[in-house]
Nanobody, 119 residues
Framework: QLQLVESGGGLVEPGGSLRLSCTAS????????ISWFRQAPGKEREGLSC????????IINDVWGGRFIAYRDNAKNTVYLQMNRLKPEDTAVYYC????????????WGQGTQVIVSS
């Protein structure tokens, strides 16, 4: 059973940066594609991007205009989401999820990490 744990969320001022981590345990993350989603208050969850097992990026929804960068370190069993030039509208709970390939049904979800962008 693959378990995903997100971390790195918090309160940041507009224009700031955060790096979210998605760390796996139980099974190696290497065989999975990892997607990032977010859910803002009162809104539906939306997909952001997917990173393949080889590290290629599949942009699901370019709401962030290139401000977010996903990358992975399979040796650390971790996928990252570097978020730059954050805006108040980026405030949301961010989730990572594992699937066999990008755009396949999600098999495992993390619990989410809260990001608040506010001055």
């Amino acid at each position: 059973q693959l378990q995903l744990v997100e971390s790195g969320g918090g309160l940041v001022e507009p224009g700031g940066s955060l790096r979210l981590s998605c760390t796996a345990s139980g099974i190696s993350l290497e065989a999975f594609a990892i997607s990032w989603f977010r859910q803002a208050p009162g809104k539906e969850r939306e997909g952001l991007s997917c990173i393949t097992s080889r590290g290629n990026i599949d942009i699901i929804n370019d709401v962030w205009g290139g401000r977010f960068i996903a990358y992975r370190d399979n040796a650390k069993n971790t996928v990252y989401l570097q978020m730059n030039r954050l805006k108040p509208e980026d405030t949301a709970v961010y989730y990572c999820a594992a699937e066999p390939r990008c755009r396949n049904p999600i098999e495992f979800w993390g619990q989410g990490t809260q990001v608040i962008v506010s001055s």
